[in-house]
Every structure is written in C-alpha cells, then in structure tokens.
C-alpha cells in the first residue's frame, strides 16, 4: 500500500515538473521572443554632453542633462574596478549572468530577518539600465533575468563591465565613474586612491542615500564597508587596509575642480552656435567645441571688468538698500524665524558672484553689523561703510535709508576687509582677439551673465563716440590732409538751413579751444572741431564709404559732419575688429571664436579657416595708412586721453578713448601688434555715466588690468615703416607730444613734406603739396 502511495506520489509530482517544465520553456520561448535587440549596448551611443574647451583644452562649460565622460575599460584602474566588485558583485567573472548563490543567500536573509535584500549582479543591472524600468513585478524580474543570459551570451565579461562602469547613475548628475570622480573629487579616475575609489563604488545602490556632500554619515559607512569587502576579497592586505581606512577618515571630496574660468557669455555663443547647426542633438551626442578662448586671458578679463564697474560704482550715489526684510524686533528673540528671513533674502537676492548678499541687524552712524545666516556675521566700521554714511542718518530718505532687515552688498577688497557696496545698474563689454587673424581671445558681454545674458560685445548698438575718430582720420590721409597738416580748433556754428533741422554748435569735451594745431595733436588730445574740420574737407560720403572698409555697416554711419564725432551705430565686437586692420597693416580679418567642433567619434563636423594678415585676408587700407595711423594713435597713449596706458610701461600701445555727447557711453580701443582690445562702459537704457566720467576715466582702466595678464611675456615688436612712406623730423608746436630732439612724422612718398613756418603759429613744421590745397577749408 504504502508503495503504491510513493509511486502514485512520485508520478504527480513528476507530472507537475513536466507541466511545469513546459509552460516554463513556453514562457520563457514566449519573454526570449520579446527581448529586444541587443544593439543599444552593443552600439553603444550613451548621451554625452556638449563640451566647450578653452584654447588650452580646459572644459569650460557643459551643456546637457546627464555628465558623463566615458572611458575604456584598459583605463580604469585596477583598484577601481576591485572596489566596484567588491561593492556590487564579487562573484562577476565566475557566474552566468544570475549569481544562484547570491540569490538563494538573499532569499534567506529575507525570510529569517524580514528585510529586503538584493541579489542583482553587474549584468543585471546593465540589463536593467538600458531596457527595463525598476517596478517590482515578476515579469519584468523575468525580463531581466532573460535579458541578462542574453547579455551574456552576446557581450564578454570585460564588455559588460565597461558598460557598467560608463552608464550607471551615480548621483550629481553623473553619469558612469569618469563623470563621478570629476563631480565629487575634481579627479579623473587614474588619480583616486583606495577610499574614493570606495566611495564612488557605494553609489549605485543608492545614490541619494549615500551621497556624500548630502549625507556624509551614511555615505562613509558604505565606504566602510565597501574597503571591508576589499579587503576580505584580498583586493587589499592589512597593511593597504589600514592605510585606506586613515585616508577615509580625512575626507578629500571636492567639487568638480575644473578650473573656474568665467566665459558664460562666450559659453552662451558656442552653445547656440552647436544649436543652430545640428539642432536639439547637441546636448546628447558628445560634440566638443574647441574655441580660440585662452583660458588665463579670459578669467583676467572677467575679473578686471568686475573691478572696473565696481570702482565706477564707488563714485555714484547710494541708491537705497536691495530690499527690507521683517526681522524680530529683537536680535536675541526667535533665532529661527530670524534665520529663516535671512535665508528668504539670500534667495530672493542671490549673490553676484564675490558681491555678497547680507541682511543688516544693526546700524547706526559708526558701524553696521550684517549677516549671512548661521552664524556668519561681519561687522563693518569707518571706511568700509562710508559708502552709505548718509544712508544711516535719521534724516535720510525712508527708500534709502539704512536699518535692521535691509538688503545691502558687501564684498572684499582682499581676504580679510569688507565693505558695503551695491549691485551695479551700469553693464560693459570687453573683447580682444588676434589682429592677424581674428580669433576671439577673451570676451566678457557683461558684469553678471547670471542677472543679464544680453551680450554686450555682440548684441549692443551703442555710439562710438570719439573712438570712431581714427577710420575718419584714416580717410583723410587718402585726400592729402598728413599728419603734420595743421588746422584751427576753433569754434563752429552750423544753421538750421545747413543742417536741415537743427542749428548746431559743437563743442570740445573741455569747452576750450587751442587754435591752430597738428592733425597729430589733434587726435591725441581728441579735438571735435579738427574732426569735423577734416570730415568737412573729405566729405562725409566719402568717409561713410571709406569706414565700410574696415566692417562698419553704411546703414548705422550716416554721411552727416556728426560722424565725426562717432554718432554711428556699433558694437564692441565690430570695434575690434575695425581697430586689427590698423593693427595688422591694414588687412581686414573675421572675428571668430569657435576653431573646431568633433563629435564623440572624433569626426569633424565643423572647422574655422581664418584667412590671415599678410597672406590671404583681404587688404582693406594703404600698408603706409595702417602705419601712420598707428603712430598717430601711440600718440594717444603717449601723451593724450590715454596716457594712462603707459602704466604698462610698453611702448609698442596705440589706441583711442570714446566719449558720447553728454557719457552715454565711454569706449577704449587699443592694440599693438599682437593684440586687439576694446572696452565699452554704459547703461542699458542710454543715460550719462556722470559729467566728469569719459572712456579714459572708465574704459581704460578696464583694458589696462587686461592687459596685465594678456600682455605677460609678450616682446615688443618693432613698428617697422612700409614701403613707400619717408620721415621728417618735426619742431614742437607746445603741445607735449615731443622731446626735446623732435619726433618724426610720417608721409606718402608721393607727397613729401617741405619745411615751412607757419604764419598762424611762428612754428617750423612739416607740411606736404596738398597741404596747401586743403589749408583754407582746414581753417
């Protein structure tokens, strides 16, 4: 009987294994069926970031939803790839895809202890990254499971782990192990040691969790246990142990330490450059942009046009705090509901990068005490808040006074003394680039991209002013007019029916008038009526024309005796570009910044040919009207409205400041042989810069602390003169731009000077034929 029961038993449950069997080989025939090609991974193509690179190759921004740098897996070290299995699946290279051991140790543990633990090993997780969502169902535990022996079948061991390594999420948008040493140590992998390469390999089961800049306590306990298993793995003996624990206990995390380099306005340009020419798929498909930005140049213009808006700002009124926040009446009363206000304001008015928001808590006529929240609180004395000493008096105006919960700026003139300041209204723009060959060095569009992208180099439509004076000076060489030519600074008076609308009586920057003097005195001191003198005798058609040879738009240079003065329409950008042909012997080079874009297979998809200077760029002026032109502008910088360019103590700087009627904008252009710099000063809604404010007093110190860092180690290249031009020792005319042994001025060889005394001055001269020609319309 008892046999009979064991038989009967015995073929049941052999029936059932049958049945058992066979829908289980239909169910999984059925799930093989519908597993999706392996293509994904076996043509990887992961979403890789937009990359735009300095000169040097410095990442200076990253545009894109996921970080990621992919790597092969020949170059991850050993004991990074030790820590990730260690971490995730110690038992990789030896099982098929499912680790049964694993598995039947997990489902113990969740039977006897009640908790949930995983036994997903380094495949599963690649099956379920690329294909599958995370919801906890038994089908699609059974796609992964079949997902995975087909991985395995497909793709080595060596393979599947570089996926692995390149595609998992490991927190602070990073994507794979490259991405995360960059985010949390500012390292490439070649560079971690046994604790960090540990902590990266406790990310994947859970990145949250276990981040380390948002829960250190929990994020080293993971590290701990990852160099346990290390160790037990034998990846590490006592003594590599031993020595990984110390380096755990000293933390070395580091946001992503890229150099800090401020191109967010030349960031914005490539972007939409990237944009404009593959679309949307610029930010996922890996493309690089290298561009002619130098990365030192680049941060020293950013810096120096901060100082030079800040410095300008220090000379304006104190327009009232930023904002008022409602803070207990007593400073000790309710410390939370107090921080709690301080941290609103700081959201509400975020810091301008070293322009730091701060609440007040105290004030009075001899100190103010500010704060920043938890704990950080400066108290500020004598000149660091002389800026706002009206401001504090009882008196002052209720929206400009100075109380407890007002809003200010403060930042520091070095590391250690603050004062109270505030958020800048004006904007400027700096640019420089190669005059031979036009590639954009460093650009700056504005004070703070943050709180304004408007990109002042490239976007803005501002007067020259009389920086625009040397292309109508340029002109007027080709008519005769040298620089030795002299003409009356005198009054000028133009009628409603000469200028068809208005009577005009221009006027000097000064208000004075000298007389009679030398086309070269006259640009260096910056003379309006020597300038509408001189257009007057060539014709503003002529010169209108004349200036498109340098880029300037004959739309926006209308041919009135106004331009003259620069009353065009132009931008920083274009100005640079006009003052290289000077540079550069007269040729007319293409700004442009962007050298090369290749994809993440390294094909080139686009790539700058500049023509060059000299060469093949199209020559634009006379080689003999670039050289004189040069010589009357290091005139300017010698001594003229930018004398204080000889702190640079260079003599190869020519250049020319830009004034507006009235300082709506105030310009300074410079360059010698090497380099192009222009720097613009305005309001974005046009309104003077302050009376006594002009391009020598607000431009120019922005260039010249450019120039600092952009000029080190650069020689002086010698001004040699071209063919075809001749010299003449000059007396003095009393106006300082000569020593004592006379300088020379510079002609056409077709036109040589001849000596002379002129009888409106009684100085010995120079002067050419044409001279004579243009002396009474001069007059």
Not at 341 to 362: G, Y
Not at 381 to 394: S, V
Not at 403 to 414: F, H, P, S, Y
Not at 482 to 492: G, R
């Amino acid at each position: 009987m008892l046999k009979r029961w064991i038989v009967y038993a015995a073929s049941v449950l052999l029936g059932l294994m049958l049945v058992g069997a066979v829908l289980g080989t239909l169910v999984w025939t059925l799930i093989s069926a519908r597993l999706p090609s392996l293509d994904v991974i076996t043509d990887y193509q992961p979403k890789l970031p937009l990359r735009v690179l300095s000169e040097e190759g410095i990442v200076l921004a990253e545009f894109g939803e996921e970080r990621r740098s992919l790597v092969k897996l020949a170059n991850v070290p050993d004991v990074v790839k030790q820590a990730i299995l260690a971490a995730e699946d110690s038992n990789f290279y030896e099982h098929s895809g499912v680790d049964w051991v694993a598995v039947l140790r997990a489902a113990y543990t969740n039977a006897t202890t009640g908790s949930s633990q995983g036994a997903g090993t380094i495949t599963m997780q690649v099956a379920r990254n690329f294909f599958l969502t995370r919801e906890k169902t038994i089908l699609r535990k059974a796609n992964e499971v079949a997902l995975t022996f087909k991985i395995e079948h497909e793709l080595s061991k060596d393979q599947i782990l570089e996926l692995y390594i390149n595609q998992i999420f490991l927190g602070q948008r990073a994507y794979g192990f490259a991405a995360a040493a960059q985010t949390y140590y500012g390292k490439t992998l070649d560079k971690l040691n046994a604790a960090e390469a540990a902590m990266l390999a406790g990310l994947p089961k859970a990145p949250s969790a276990f981040n380390p800049f948002t829960n250190p306590k929990r994020a080293a306990l993971r590290q701990q246990y990852v160099l346990r298993r290390m160790h037990e793995l034998n990846y590490l003996n006592d003594e590599q142990h031993k020595v990984a624990l110390a380096q755990a206990e000293k933390p070395s995390l580091k946001r992503d330490q890229s150099p800090l380099i401020h191109s967010e306005f030349l960031n914005e340009m490539a972007r939409q450059f990237a944009f404009d020419l593959v679309g949307e798929s610029a930010y996922t498909r890996g493309l690089v942009i290298s561009t002619t930005i130098r990365a030192t140049p680049q941060e020293a213009a950013y810096q120096a046009l901060r100082r030079g808006v800040l410095d300008y700002e220090r000379r304006q009124a104190f327009r009232g705090p930023e904002g008022l926040v409602e803070l207990p009446a007593s400073k000790d009363a309710n410390k939370d509901a107090q921080g709690d206000a301080v941290d609103a304001a700081l959201q509400q008015f975020p810091d301008s990068d070293d322009l730091l928001t701060a609440v007040v808590l105290e004030a009075n006529s001899k100190r103010v005490v500010l704060t920043r929240g938890e704990g950080e609180t400066y108290t500020l004395e004598g000149e660091a808040i002389r800026f706002i000493r009206n401001a504090l008096a009882d008196n002052a105006p209720v929206a400009e006074r100075v109380r407890r919960g007002a809003v200010l700026r403060i930042v520091a003139d070095d590391k250690t003394t603050w004062r109270i300041t505030q958020l800048p209204q004006v904007e400027a723009a700096l640019v420089a680039l190669d005059p031979n060959t036009g590639a954009i060095q460093s650009l700056v569009g504005g004070f703070d991209f943050y709180r304004n992208q408007f990109n002042h180099v490239t976007q803005a439509s501002r007067q020259p002013g009389s920086a625009f004076k040397p292309f109508v000076y340029s002109a007027a060489l080709e008519k005769g007019i040298t620089s030795a030519t002299v003409i009356n600074d005198a009054p000028l008076f133009f009628s409603a029916a000469q200028t068809g609308g208005d009577e005009w009586e221009p006027k000097n920057y000064d208000g004075k008038f000298d007389g009679p003097m030398r086309v070269r005195t006259a640009l260096a001191k910056s003379k309006n009526m020597v300038s509408i003198r001189i257009l007057r005798s060539i014709g503003p058609s002529y010169a209108q024309d004349y200036a498109a040879k340098f880029g300037f738009d004959p739309k926006l240079t209308p041919a009135y005796l106004t331009l003259a003065l620069g009353a065009g329409q132009t931008n920083p950008l274009q100005m640079a570009g006009a003052y290289a042909v000077f540079a550069n012997g007269g040729y007319r080079v293409k700004p442009h910044f962007i050298k090369k874009i290749v994809d993440a297979k390294g094909a080139t998809i686009f790539e700058e040919t500049p023509q060059v200077a000299g060469k093949d760029a199209e020559q634009a002026i006379d080689p003999r009207n670039a050289f004189i032109m040069t010589t009357l502008m290091r005139d300017v910088v010698r001594a003229g409205t930018a004398t204080k360019a000889m702190a640079l103590g260079r003599g190869d700087l020519a250049g020319k400041t830009g004034t507006t009627n009235d300082s709506y904008d105030a310009w300074f252009a410079g360059f010698n042989a090497s380099i192009v710099g222009v720097a613009w000063v305005g309001y974005d809604q046009p309104r003077s810069l302050g009376e006594r404010e002009t391009g020598g007093g607000v431009a120019l110190p922005i260039w010249i602390n450019y120039m600092k860092t952009a000029l080190k180690g650069v020689a002086e290249k010698p001004l040699a003169p071209p063919k075809g031009v001749i010299s003449s020792a000059v007396g003095g005319d009393g106006s300082g731009l000569v020593d004592a042994t006379a300088v020379s001025d510079w002609f056409y060889a077709e036109f040589p000077p001849r000596a002379f005394i002129d009888p409106l001055t009684g100085n010995e001269g120079a002067r050419s034929k044409q001279d004579e020609e243009v002396r009474q319309q001069l007059f």
